[in-house]
């Protein structure tokens, strides 16, 4: 059967691709657009390494189809720096040494801005919560919260 | 594999019924897509439902009755604080399901008509007196949420026929909700007991009506009318409360597995039945 033949948006760039129908959006980034921040850490939802926001909407990019993202709006790890100037959220992540070996990074900092734009004050209960579905193996989550909580504070600030 | 997002009903029923091969709805896909990545299911079709706009609505109808439609994300569910006052019981269930990411995406249609016993909202809707109305080649039928599933991934769906959206009935003064699942741990994980009560209390705080069902107690979520009418007639005293506990665990026929054993299955079961009870009554006093 012929590909499907996808117009999307990513990180505010119009894209097209053209994917089978079996293959992810996180398929389609990392293979065929070459946006290789989202990981792959288990490709069934369980990880939360390949976290990216679909019209705004946090979601596992390993659990959504390519064909259904036509005319949508995607975000991923690649969006979130300025050119060289580095989102608050991951200076924060250096400053705290909130990661190890970096492969659950992009889908934290990802997840991690979803939550501040709706919750620009979370208490460390909230972030756990939010952050539950994203898995580390190395650092044991406490410097990631605290990077997490010290962002918030400089993005309050503005 | 073939790919289509009909923007109609009709339109989406009648591909169900004209493939050949097996046809998947597809919701939001935090079953199916995991189903097909381990080779337990390889449809020749997919239909998203997602473009069909009455599956994607919450509306309160002029009655005092819900409908919500079948692919409106657990996010979106969160966030109708109109819908949660009313019926928090089966948001929080809804809730429960996955991580931030997978609420973003899974729907109370998926969840009931995934088949599995343990879904989280599902007993939740039934305490509710959830309808499901369903569409098919033959039109439309209502079939009440505790019918529609039969037995583990066995659904009593025709060919060509999917869930669109789902009822609630207009809600009495001093009525509430609420579910409550045993997991051992806090996030994360599939219920080993689930239980949903719904119930309405008069001006004095006798119980006049409920309704509660337990999941991954049986091979299909429970509506337990035994445990109801021991609390119907009651303040949910300790003695009421003995009789839930006892016919919520006379209404299991568990199994064993790693997540825990028939003997524990059936006492949690009680002991959840109670305090889905105690929560549900102390909501609805004040509502
Ligand atoms: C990491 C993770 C954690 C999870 N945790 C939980 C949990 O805690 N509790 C829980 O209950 N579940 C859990 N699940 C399972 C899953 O997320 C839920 O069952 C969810 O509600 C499924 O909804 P969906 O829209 O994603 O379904 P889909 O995957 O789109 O569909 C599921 C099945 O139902 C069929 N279907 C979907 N919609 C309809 C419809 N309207 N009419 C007819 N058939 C339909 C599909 O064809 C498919 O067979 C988890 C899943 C993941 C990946
Ligand atoms: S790769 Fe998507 S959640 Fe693990
Ligand atoms: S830093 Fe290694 S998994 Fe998180």
Redesign the pocket.
């Known amino acids: 059967m012929a590909k499907h033949h996808i117009e999307t948006t990513v990180n505010g760039d119009a894209v097209e691709f053209l994917c089978e129908t079996e293959e992810t959006l996180l398929d389609v980034l990392r293979d065929t657009l070459h946006l290789t921040g989202s990981k792959e850490g288990c490709a ?3 990880c939360g390494a390949c976290s990216v926001t679909l019209d705004g909407r946090l979601v596992c990019a390993c ?1 959504v189809l390519g064909c259904e993202v036509g005319g949508r709006r995607i975000e991923t790890i690649e969006g979130m720096a300025e050119g060289e100037a580095l989102h608050p959220l991951q200076t924060k992540f250096l400053e705290h040494a909130a990661l190890q070996c970096g492969i659950c990074t992009p889908g934290f900092l990802v997840a991690s801005r979803a939550l501040l734009e709706r919750n620009p004050n979370p208490s460390e209960t909230e972030i756990r919560y939010w952050l539950a ?1 994203n898995l580390c193996r190395c650092t044991g989550y406490d410097k990631i919260v605290t990077a997490v909580k010290d962002a918030a504070v400089v993005m309050r600030k503005g | 594999m073939r790919y289509e997002a009909p923007e109609t009903v009709e339109r989406a029923s009648a591909l169900l019924a004209d493939s050949a091969g097996e046809a ?11 189903q097909m990545r381990s080779d337990i299911v390889d449809p020749a079709l997919i239909v998203d ?1 997602k473009r069909i706009a009455e ?1 994607r609505w919450i509306t309160e109808e002029p009655g005092g009755g819900w409908r919500i439609g ?2 409106v994300t657990g996010a979106e569910l969160k966030e109708h604080a109109r819908l949660k006052q009313v019926w928090p019981g089966v948001v929080e269930a809804a809730n ?4 931030t990411q ?1 609420q973003g ?7 009931l ?2 088949g ?1 016993p ?4 599902v007993p939740a809707l039934i305490a509710a007196g959830a309808v499901a109305t369903l569409a098919g080649p033959q039109g439309r039928r209502d079939l009440p949420v505790e019918d529609v599933m039969l037995g583990p991934r066995k659904l009593a ?1 025709g060919k060509g026929e ?2 669109v959206s789902f009822g609630l009935p207009p809600r009495p003064p001093r009525s509430s909700d609420a579910y409550l699942r045993f997991i051992p741990r806090t996030e ?4 080993v007991v689930g239980a949903g009560v719904s119930l309405t209390v008069d001006a004095s705080g006798t119980i006049t009506e409920a309704r509660v069902s337990l999941g991954a107690v049986a091979p299909r979520v429970l509506l337990v009318r035994e445990a109801a009418a021991a609390i119907v007639g009651s303040r949910l005293d300790r003695v009421a409360q003995d009789r839930l506990e006892a016919a919520a665990r006379a209404a299991c026929t568990p199994i064993d597995d790693k997540r825990g054993t028939v003997e524990f299955r059936i006492q949690i079961a009680g002991v959840l039945a109670r305090r889905t009870a105690l929560i549900a009554l102390d909501r609805a006093r004040t509502q």
């Open positions: 069934s939802g369980d659990l579905g | 998947r709805i597809l919701a939001g896909g935090t079953d199916l897509l995991v439902i599956t079948a692919a429960l399901i996955g991580s997978v995406r899974a729907t109370l249609g998926g969840n008509c995934n599995s343990a879904a989280d909202s769906l999917f869930v994360m994980d599939i219920a």
